[in-house]
């Protein structure tokens, strides 16, 4: 291993560092990500059953807000619920655009490594090549151990499997980009996947609890029209 990163020359030293770093958001997004921290099991329907109850004060919306992003979009749907239907909607697309940002974080830096390391790759393959090829406008095409980079002792013959390996160390930059950008590319469709789902799972809640928020208005409504109606009706008699 350490031969071919020495083979690879320094194009080598970012291409490994983009691993590292490639490694690092992905186990770190990994653990960011689960469900059990996005989406905690049952915070939806406990959240309609406080609406229910009326036990919405700022003590449980607050406690809402840190749980979970899908809690934080709930109180940002409770915080405005005496305000007409489409002003909420508002709010919550406001509010669940943050959230999308910051369930993306690192991201964008998965997508960059992705698209660099072949093109990394690719350069340190270049360079290789351009260095040998510097070998023969200084030596001559006679000289065909400086063709093959060194390899061969001086004095003997020009062996072609030292040829070919010199070739194939000068594609192992082209080789080691893609084994750093295919992986990259796979996590970073994967969680934007995963993200666009968690998303349209929280629209469904934050839907379901202003449906629940809905009902709650028209029963409070309805309990006060027949109060009024029932404290008329002696004052007519």
């Keep these: 291993m350490l031969e071919l990163v020495k083979a690879g020359g320094w194009p080598m030293i970012p291409l490994l560092l983009l691993a590292v770093v490639a490694l690092a958001i992905v186990v770190e997004r990994f653990w960011t990500l689960r469900r059990k921290e996005v989406m905690p099991p049952g915070l939806g329907a406990e959240v309609r059953s406080w609406a229910a109850r009326g036990q919405l004060d700022p003590a449980h919306i607050e406690s809402l807000r840190r749980n979970s992003p899908l809690g934080a979009l709930l109180a940002a749907a409770l915080d405005a ?43 340190g393959t270049v360079v290789g090549m351009i260095q040998m090829f510097l070998g023969i406008l200084d030596h001559g095409v006679g000289d065909v151990n400086q063709l093959a980079g060194g390899i061969g002792k001086v004095g003997m013959p020009f062996d072609a499997d030292h040829f070919a390996g010199r070739i194939g160390k000068a594609l192992v930059c082209t080789a080691t980009g893609m084994i750093v950008a295919i992986p990259a590319l796979m996590f970073h469709r994967y969680f934007r996947g995963r993200i666009a789902g968690y998303t349209i799972e929280m629209e469904q809640e934050a839907t379901a609890l202003l449906d629940a928020l809905d009902a709650k208005t028209v029963v409070t409504a309805r309990a006060r029209a027949a109060h009024g109606q029932a404290t008329s009706t002696p004052a007519q008699a």
């Design 81 to 123: 619920r005496n305000r007409p239907r489409d002003q909420i909607r508002e709010r919550l697309e406001d509010v669940g655009r943050h959230l999308v940002h910051r369930m993306e974080k690192y991201l964008n830096a998965l997508g960059t490594i992705a698209a660099a390391g072949p093109l990394l790759g690719l350069l």
